[in-house]
């Protein structure tokens, strides 16, 4: 085995071992291209934007759901994220779990920027759980979908030292408004919750130890 190989197999352990989703899962599912434009503003979308807790009982589409994701941590023009981050050093993670998408099965899936592609870490629906460990609000498991973001600490750390968790709480911020405002823009609302028991989230989400969740954005269409 060359030595590039090895070390690529190397690494490749090294992410399941940590309980990472494998970039070669054969669950690795790609996701419709992401459009650039729309028909509603920015503008529009900051003025419509309201925190939702009433969802209808209605699917997302997959092409929704992508695009929900690449608005909160995708590629822009420039090759980098949607959202800035301190030092381009990308300490956040995605994670949608799904109970209602058209054409997608129930599961938890961690999407993959580079790719657009979402990785099936366990088909288990997991949002009555998730909504038990946020503290029981219970509004949570109605969405179609809840988008859980959490970080890699140590990605910033290595350059930012003692300002790591100053720079990592203001980049989530930036992309929980990316998909807030495309949410809006989709004919879609978000709702937004912080309050959760952070070990128990963290096991339900199969995160490895270096990893911590930092926000639930539950999506889905407003309620009649």
Known sequence: MSGKRSLAFVALAALLAAGAASPFSDESIALPPPRHSGTLSVEAAMYQRSTLRNYAAEPLT????????????GRSASGRRTAPSAGALYPLEVHALVGDVSGLSPGLYRYQPA??????VTSDDLRKPLAAAAV???WIAEAPVVFVISAVYSRTEKKYGERTHRYV???VGHAAQNLLLQAVALGLGGGEAGAFRDEELRRLLRLPADEAPLYILPVGKPRS
């Open 62 to 73: 997959l092409d929704e759901m992508g695009q929900l994701l690449w608005a909160a941590q």
């Open 115 to 120: 790719e657009h592609r979402i990785a099936l």
């Open 136 to 138: 029981a609000q219970n």
């Open 169 to 171: 709480h203001i980049e």
